[in-house]
């Protein structure tokens, strides 16, 4: 649909200082590499997936995975889920 073709493009916009959006009222900036992750995460990807399907190790994408539940604030992957939906990163 012509919203997950938008929502695509804003998740996989270009900024040399990465993406930012708001979440619980503070701003949380994101590298291309961190929401690449965090989008492959969303659809249900493991960590070996996410690894082959980018090109990285597994020791690659835990280490955005770690950084991403510090700039989140989150502590698992089900509540990163929710937080990157909760903060329209992606529709359910």
Same mark, same amino acid.
């Given at each position: *649909?012509? =919203?997950?073709? !938008?929502?695509? =493009?804003? +998740? /996989?916009? #270009? *900024? $040399?200082?990465? #993406?930012? @959006? &708001?979440?619980?009222?503070? @701003?949380?900036? +994101? %590298? =291309?590499?961190?929401?690449?992750?965090?989008? +492959?995460?969303?659809?249900? &990807? /493991?960590? !070996?997936?996410?690894? /082959?399907?980018?090109? &990285?190790?597994?020791?690659?994408?835990?280490?955005? @995975? %770690?950084? +991403?539940?510090?700039? %989140?604030? =989150? *502590? #698992? !992957?089900? %509540? @990163?889920?929710?937080?990157?939906?909760? #903060?329209? &990163?992606? $529709?359910?």
């Amino acid at each position: *649909s012509n =919203q997950n073709s !938008r929502d695509d =493009q804003r +998740l /996989m916009q #270009n *900024s $040399e200082e990465g #993406n930012h @959006l &708001y979440g619980d009222e503070e @701003l949380v900036v +994101l %590298t =291309q590499d961190e929401l690449k992750v965090l989008e +492959l995460l969303c659809r249900g &990807y /493991m960590n !070996r997936e996410i690894a /082959m399907d980018l090109g &990285y190790s597994i020791a690659w994408v835990e280490k955005h @995975l %770690t950084d +991403l539940y510090r700039k %989140t604030g =989150q *502590s #698992n !992957r089900t %509540t @990163l889920v929710r937080w990157a939906i909760a #903060n329209h &990163y992606i $529709e359910v």
